[in-house]
T-cell receptor
Framework: DAGVTQSPTHLIKTRGQQVTLRCSPKSGHDTVSWYQQALGQGPQFIFQYYEEEERQRGNFPDRFSGHQFPNYSSELNVNALLLGDSALYLC????????????FGSGTRLTVV | KNEVEQSPQNLTAQEGEFITINCSYSVGISALHWLQQHPGGGIVSLFMLSSGKKKHGRLIATINIQEKHSSLHITASHPRDSAVYICAVEQGAQKLVFGQGTRLTINP
């Protein structure tokens, strides 16, 4: 039973570029949440997708957008990258309404130079 | 003030010691999670609590809903327990709010 798969594992981008990160949820999970973790900090909630819709959103600018596909996989897109976007991006999947808990991916480490 | 506060931020102990990590929160929650994060970044879910106490191997987690406080205990600590331990509270429809984490180092 595969857990949560994120790709790529590492990524280096230049300021102003755009990036797409991908997440495949654990089998049986239909809800995907994205988190940003800066170095030495706890993860911060970006947004959550369920039934291909953005259900909740944290305090992140519109440069951060996402998508969920019919197979429940999800993408996180960040436009006009800033140096401050450098972080570990974590994906977590869960079953609605979440009684089964969360399964986290290993994350994508994004470095913006 | 953060909605979820952990203490201590860093903890170094000798192998075999009893470890306690504390978590206090200031918001209403539906559940509290204890998570473990290793240097590679991946997060493993240890416990999900809404009341009382849970035990898994050498790990014990407790929660006091009235006092808005939870503790994670590790008995007979081992160097392989070295990791960052994160407390996260669940609000409403599955949104997690995380503490900053406690970096635990167990020396042999």
């Amino acid at each position: 039973d595969a857990g949560v798969t994120q790709s790529p594992t590492h990524l280096i981008k230049t300021r102003g570029q755009q990036v797409t990160l991908r997440c495949s949820p654990k089998s049986g999970h239909d809800t995907v949440s994205w988190y940003q973790q800066a170095l030495g900090q706890g993860p911060q909630f970006i947004f959550q997708y369920y039934e291909e819709e953005e259900r909740q959103r944290g305090n992140f600018p519109d440069r951060f957008s996402g998508h969920q596909f019919p197979n429940y996989s999800s993408e996180l897109n960040v436009n006009a990258l800033l140096l401050g976007d450098s972080a570990l991006y974590l994906c977590a999947s869960s079953g609605n309404p979440g009684a089964s808990g969360y399964t986290f991916g290993s994350g994508t480490r994004l470095t913006v130079v | 003030k953060n909605e979820v506060e952990q203490s201590p931020q860093n903890l170094t102990a000798q192998e075999g010691e009893f470890i306690t990590i504390n978590c206090s929160y200031s918001v209403g929650i539906s559940a509290l999670h204890w998570l473990q994060q290793h240097p590679g970044g991946g997060i493993v879910s240890l416990f999900m609590l809404s009341s009382g106490k849970k035990k898994h191997g050498r790990l014990i987690a407790t929660i006091n809903i009235q006092e808005k406080h939870s503790s994670l205990h590790i008995t007979a600590s081992h160097p392989r327990d070295s990791a960052v331990y994160i407390c996260a509270v669940e609000q409403g429809a599955q949104k997690l709010v995380f503490g900053q984490g406690t970096r635990l180092t167990i020396n042999p």
